[in-house]
T-cell receptor, first 115, second 114 residues
Framework: DVKVTQSSRYLVKRTGEKVFLECVQD?????MFWYRQDPGLGLRLIYF???????EKGDIPEGYSVSREKKERFSLILESASTNQTSMYLC??????????????FGNGTRLTVT | GDSVTQMEGPVTLSEEAFLTINCTYT??????LFWYVQYPGEGLQLLLK?????DKGSNKGFEATYRKETTSFHLEKGSVQVSDSAVYFC?????????????FGKGTMLLVSP
């Protein structure tokens, strides 16, 4: 089974702190994704990466950056945390296939609270 | 662009009732379709999928049939249990978009009472 592991289940940070959310997958997937999930807004894509050192902006990249130095690891960085970044963050991975029929595999999420 | 519309919740049922959660989509060509389930405090898990028209995906008593003519992928279960209480997401992957993200609906919460 594919395993996507997010380093923290719960995180509490102060406004202005630099925050790192880490995600590791063990199935050699090319593509990795970061989402945030908020009540009433569903899942929103922040950034994704289709290869090492490659990144693409999603729908809501403002206030975030990412890093992918190794294929298995994809980090989300909040340069200066703000209270409106309090949310559930979900990491996912997916292999590249020609027909788009492979599913996303999700981690268990990190619930971040910024005070 | 691609989009997924699913019924708003919460859907409230008694144990052993029949479940339908509606999902319709807009996409060009022949997308792949997925249902995910999210239990409280957890990430999303793949429940079932269908990759071509008239395919039926099934898992854990849940079923959904890919209907190209009505652009729908409704989720059904004949007899729900309390343990099925969760949020259900319908999603699609565009044809030939194997490296990009899925398009998700906003989710439907299911609450099953004993």
């Amino acid at each position: 089974d594919v395993k996507v592991t997010q380093s923290s289940r719960y995180l509490v940070k102060r406004t202005g702190e630099k925050v790192f959310l880490e995600c590791v997958q063990d199935m050699d997937h090319e593509n990795m994704f970061w989402y945030r999930q908020d009540p009433g807004l569903g899942l929103r894509l922040i950034y994704f990466s289709y290869d090492v050192k490659m990144k693409e902006k999603g729908d809501i990249p403002e206030g975030y950056s990412v890093s992918r130095e190794k294929k298995e690891r994809f980090s989300l960085i909040l340069e200066s945390a703000s209270t409106n970044q309090t949310s559930m963050y979900l990491c996912a991975s997916r292999p590249t296939t020609g027909k788009g029929n492979s599913p996303l595999h999700f981690g268990n999420g990190t619930r971040l609270t910024v005070t | 662009g691609d989009s997924v519309t699913q019924m708003e919740g919460p859907v409230t049922l008694s144990e052993e009732a029949f479940l339908t959660i509606n999902c319709t989509y807009t996409a060009t060509g022949y997308p792949s379709l997925f249902w995910y389930v999210q239990y409280p405090g957890e990430g999303l898990q793949l429940l079932l999928k269908a990759t071509k028209a008239d395919d039926k995906g099934s898992n854990k008593g849940f079923e959904a049939t890919y209907r190209k003519e009505t652009t729908s992928f409704h989720l059904e279960k004949g007899s729900v249990q309390v343990s099925d209480s969760a949020v259900y997401f319908c999603a699609l992957s565009g044809e030939n978009s194997g490296y990009s993200t899925l398009t998700f609906g906003k989710g439907t919460m299911l609450l099953v009472s004993p």
